[in-house]
């Protein structure tokens, strides 16, 4: 028998956080994420997300032993601003039981029906910047911090019990050999000269501050038509910049500005922290951090994280601008691969700005929707 215990203590969930690594103790390709990290991130006091979405997290028990987790999630920018009914769930984890994923889908399914919501879609997070979608493809390959590794029994679950697919993602991967110059070189010239952009690289953290309020607002817009989009907020933009911005490397930001200094493209590429964080193995001490600062240092394999282009210059060669100066930055470092994070499949814009660096398409991913 399955009893559901709704995780709300601190201890509660530190279990919720921990269990992955159970069923994932054997496993190479499992990226463990920094439990307090996680644990942060489930805190309403630390988490600005919860100023506009709600979150109640679930731990599935057989006897003593947790068997199972869930996060449902409520965003109510969602709900009353984009009139969008949707329970969102996530962190969902579990033994090869349906019974198991059938209670803790149940209970989502609950909550979503007491709010009088129309359908049930994940494994999401809150927003458009949390980790997304059930890996169906790829379970061989090396998870990223910014993805969720899961069993392929996972998609045999969701399907078994009656859900549909919603979103499909790609992760595609490139060496870095593939990115050859003459495709965006020349471009670089032409798309200064004729519309008077230039970029801007950063040598400091500090130098990119200042900016980064910008560069989320440049996100909102670029990519608000996308399918699930949900906006930063004011108050999410402060915890972002801490959260991510003063992690990676100044180096690996780009800017790109018009003639009167406005920012119209950004880029931001991060190196992997993959080994490092399995060295680490949830914890920053005694020598995680000096795991993930090695990694930051000297990994020769980056992540494209985002890349975003003001609509009335996308298409006019400005990634070609972009490119030129991650090149040159990337030669410097003695960059190996190129990964990309999940990008959805009808993603044609995203599509266009690769197709010169034959990325192939190591990994799919999908979210799941069940009407309610």
């Not at 279990?15 to 309403?44: A, G, H, R």
């Not at 709900?79 to 803790?104: A, N, P, Y």
């Not at 972002?240 to 990676?248: D, E, G, L, M, T």
């Not at 790109?256 to 993959?274: C, E, H, R, T």
Request: aromatic share 16%; charged share 30%; net charge positive.
């Amino acid at each position: 028998m399955i009893i559901l215990k709704e995780a709300t203590t601190k201890g509660d969930l530190k279990k919720f956080v921990k269990f992955p690594f159970s069923i994932y103790k054997d496993c190479k390709q499992w990226v463990p994420p920094i439990i307090n990290d996680e644990l942060d991130s489930f805190n309403k006091d630390k988490n600005p997300a919860f100023k506009d979405a709600e979150a109640r997290f679930f731990l599935a028990y057989r006897g003593n032993t947790i068997v199972g987790r869930i996060a449902a999630i409520v965003n109510w920018i969602e709900i009353k601003q984009q009139r969008i009914k949707k329970m969102r769930f996530g962190w969902f984890d579990f033994v090869d039981d349906t019974e198991v994923s059938e209670v803790l889908l149940n209970k989502v399914k609950e909550i979503g029906q007491e709010h009088k919501l129309e359908y049930m879609e994940g494994p999401v997070g809150f927003s458009n910047l949390d980790k997304v979608g059930v890996l169906i493809e790829g379970f061989s390959e090396m998870g990223t911090m910014i993805t969720w590794y899961n069993h392929a029994y996972y998609q045999e679950h969701y399907e078994r019990l009656g859900f549909v697919k919603e979103k499909e993602y790609m992760e595609n991967r490139f060496p870095f050999s593939n990115a050859d110059p003459k495709f965006f070189t020349k471009v670089d010239s032409l798309v200064q000269a004729r519309y008077g952009v230039k970029p801007l690289s950063f040598t400091k953290t500090e130098e990119v501050m200042p900016m980064a309020d910008k560069m989320f607002d440049l996100f909102n817009e670029t990519y608000s038509q996308l399918s699930s989009f949900v906006p930063i907020t004011e108050i999410q933009k402060a915890y972002f910049k801490k959260k991510y911005i003063s992690f990676i490397n100044p180096e690996y930001i780009k800017f790109i500005l018009d003639k009167d200094d406005k920012l119209i493209a950004f880029g931001i590429v991060m190196p992997s922290f993959s080994e490092a964080l399995q060295k680490a193995k949830g914890k920053l001490f005694p020598f995680g951090f000096y795991h993930l600062l090695k990694a930051k240092k000297h990994s020769k394999d980056v992540i494209f994280y985002l890349i975003g282009v003001l609509p009335e210059y996308q298409n006019k060669g400005v990634t070609a601008v972009m490119f030129n100066q991650y090149h040159k930055t990337f030669s410097e470092k003695g960059i190996v691969n190129c990964i990309r994070t999940p990008e959805l499949e009808d993603n044609v814009a995203i599509k266009q700005i690769w197709k010169h660096f034959k990325p192939e398409i190591y990994k799919r991913r999908r979210t799941y929707k069940k009407d309610l």
